[in-house]
Nanobody
Framework: EVQLVESGGGLVQAGGSLRLSCATS????????ILWVRQAPGKEREGVAC???????WYADSVKGRFTISRNFAKNTVYLQMNNLKPDDTDMYYC?????????????????????WGRGTQVTVSS
């Protein structure tokens, strides 16, 4: 059974940092792409950072230079280091996974192509 469990969310002041974790199990970790997605009530989901084969990464323009995605292959865990947080970063953050071969070029940040999802962790940035 594929499982994705997010943790690390919380309340932080603007300019602060948080590191989110996505602990995974039930699938070959090195064969899956992992996407961090955020969504606020009433808003569309936004893919913010993806890691895939060979450590290749993609970032949404809204987080480039502030967020860093990484993998720990020993722990089957993906991290999202978030620095210089802004109030606009306040959202529920989810990690999602899918087989690398099922994601076509240009779709890496598109939430709709990911099959497996965690339950999310809330990030709140105060001004």
């Amino acid at each position: 059974e594929v499982q994705l469990v997010e943790s690390g969310g919380g309340l932080v002041q603007a300019g602060g940092s948080l590191r989110l974790s996505c602990a995974t199990s039930g699938f070959p970790f090195n064969e899956f792409a992992i996407l961090w997605v955020r969504q606020a009530p009433g808003k569309e989901r936004e893919g913010v950072a993806c890691t895939a084969e060979g450590g290749t990464t993609w970032y949404a323009d809204s987080v480039k230079g502030r967020f860093t995605i990484s993998r720990n292959f020993a722990k089957n865990t993906v991290y999202l280091q978030m620095n210089n947080l802004k109030p606009d970063d306040t959202d529920m953050y989810y990690c999602a996974a899918n087989e690398i071969g099922d994601i076509y070029g240009g779709q890496e940040l598109r939430p709709s192509v990911y099959e497996y999802w965690g339950r999310g962790t809330q990030v709140t940035v105060s001004s």
